[in-house]
């Protein structure tokens, strides 16, 4: 049965558990730019922009919060610039809250045009090759200046496999950060989250989350996930982290995003999420149903005159067919990504409905359980296939 929580308060933001159904928790998250329920998935606005999509459309899905990259921005179109139109809210037409990745994920990626040490990260930019130096100084300014409602903290994520001695290291420097971070934080409007590191060995993660929670911040993060690791050790690092962290602070899954993944790290206590998952497969003509994936591109959808899902009430199911949406697609209309995109995001926002929901019902545990009996119909050994119904 689902029950009743505590809250937290700052002045820059404020969380309430309303319900808790085993470890998973319905919540209200408030910030400077309004109210957030959680669970919530945060649509990945990498460079200010949700691919292809518009603030009012947004708006009409239901979308509360969303991620923009402070790595990105700070290379293109530059920090400064942004500040000059008082951060992005009003650079983008969005007013609703904003939460800033500080870019250390981007720098992971850049492996090898990378330089990590005490000071700081050295990077050369994806771009043009030029060099920047990055510290957690700078990036905490930046969060600052974009204005966003949440920060974060500059971190250094680890690939897996790594090492205990690296990881080992490399968590006491990203501590060092945290607390750089936090001494650095000056706006009392936006809430600073710690990132939990520690790769994949349960004693570091375990200390990261300790060491963390001692420096003090507004919510943690969990970092260092979907970076290549077995599923079982995803769920292991969140529920090390969890038994630490404040029971009653915000906690966020870093770079989750497939619905299966989500439900999971709901399970074990997750209250937000983000990923580019839904963007990026409306661009590849993968599209989210109630009843499993779809690939729009394969023949059988023709001449299908069906939407995508006849359980979904979008404006894309409400007023185009599959066989219109793959005609789009197969011929690369522009007008296929929107749509392709649209459907996404609403799908993740009412997938993300529907878990709070039943958290809030008491009713997880079913819910949890039908889902996965909808996708075990679906799968070929772990891979999913294209629903042909």
Not at 229 to 234: I, W
Not at 377 to 389: A, I, M, P, S, T
Request: hydrophobic letters at 40%.
């Amino acid at each position: 049965m689902a029950m009743s929580c505590s809250s937290f308060n700052t002045p820059a933001l404020e969380f309430a558990i309303q319900a808790q159904d085993g470890a998973a928790r319905a919540g209200i998250l408030k910030t400077q730019h309004g109210l957030i329920r959680t669970p919530v998935f945060m649509p990945v606005g990498t460079l200010a922009s949700i691919k292809s999509l518009t603030s009012e459309d947004l708006k009409e899905i239901g979308v509360e919060i969303i991620l923009a990259n402070t790595y990105h921005l700070y290379l293109r179109p530059g920090i400064e610039l942004i500040a000059k139109f008082e951060g992005l809210n009003h650079f983008m037409h969005w007013d609703g809250p904003i939460l800033t990745d500080s870019g250390g994920f981007q720098i992971y990626s850049l492996a090898a045009k990378r330089e990590i040490r005490e000071e700081g990260a050295t990077f050369r930019s994806h771009i043009d090759g030029s060099l920047h130096f990055l510290t957690p100084e700078k990036v905490t300014a930046f969060q600052e200046a974009l204005g966003a409602d949440i920060i974060m903290c500059f971190d250094e994520c680890l690939p897996y496999p790594v090492d205990y001695d690296y990881a080992q290291k490399s968590l006491a420097l990203t501590l060092r950060w945290a607390k750089r971070c936090k001494e650095a934080h000056c706006s009392s409007k936006q809430a600073l989250f710690g990132i939990v590191q520690g790769s994949f060995y349960p004693n570091l993660r375990r200390q990261g989350a300790k060491l963390l929670t001692e420096i003090g911040f507004d919510g943690y993060a969990i970092g260092g996930l979907s970076v290549g690791e077995p599923k079982e050790k995803t769920w292991e690092a969140i529920e090390i982290a969890n038994e630490t962290l404040p029971q009653n602070q915000p906690r966020y899954a870093m770079g989750i995003g497939l619905p299966e993944d989500i439900i999971e790290a709901v399970w074990r206590g997750i209250d937000m999420f983000d990923c580019v998952v839904p963007t990026r497969h409306a661009r590849t003509g993968t599209l989210f149903t109630s009843f499993g994936p779809l690939v729009i591109r394969h023949s059988c959808y023709a001449d299908d005159k069906r939407p995508i899902d006849e359980n979904c009430d979008c404006y894309v199911c409400r007023h185009y067919s599959r066989a219109y949406l793959r005609h789009l697609f197969i011929t690369k209309e522009l007008l296929a990504y929107r749509l392709n995109s649209y459907h996404n995001i609403y799908y993740f926002v009412s997938f993300m409905r529907q878990i709070r929901q039943a958290i809030l019902s008491g009713c997880l545990a079913q819910f949890r359980k039908t889902f996965y009996e909808r996708r075990n119909q679906l799968k070929e050994g772990n891979k999913y296939v294209d629903n042909l119904v």
